[in-house]
């Protein structure tokens, strides 16, 4: 069974940081599109920042500059280091993987990590 498990959410103040972390297991990403995307209470699921296998990158306009996507393929792991955090970075965070080429969607989901900035 395929699983993505994210972890590092949590509370912090404005302009903290926060690492999170999206373990696979069940099978290897490192072929594939991985991403992180987020929701706010009220709002649409967003797209904050992807990485394909070969290590290109995208980012949201809102988040440029302050989050890093990364990933460990060793570990079958994917990053989200986010710097500078804003209260409007407040949400549920979800990890994605093996975005299909045709489609463009995500086969996998995790369950989401809860973010929160607030002083």
């Known amino acids: 069974q395929v699983q993505l498990v994210e972890s590092g959410g949590g509370l912090v103040q404005p302009g903290g940081s926060l690492r999170l972390s999206c373990a696979a297991s069940?099978?290897?990403?490192?072929?594939?599109?991985m991403a992180w995307f987020r929701q706010a209470p009220g709002k649409e699921r967003d797209l904050v920042a992807s990485?394909?296998?070969?290590?290109?990158?995208y980012y949201a306009d809102s988040v440029k500059g302050r989050f890093t996507i990364s990933r460990d393929n060793t570990k079958n792991t994917v990053y989200l280091q986010m710097d500078s955090l804003k209260p409007e970075d407040t949400a549920v965070y979800y990890c994605?993987?093996?975005?299909?080429?045709?489609?463009?969607?995500?086969?996998?989901w995790g369950q989401g990590t809860q973010v929160t900035v607030s002083s």
């Open positions: 990485l394909s296998s070969g290590g290109s990158s």
């Open positions: 994605a993987g093996d975005r299909s080429p045709l489609t463009l969607r995500y086969n996998y």
């Open positions: 069940g099978r290897t990403f490192s072929s594939s599109t």
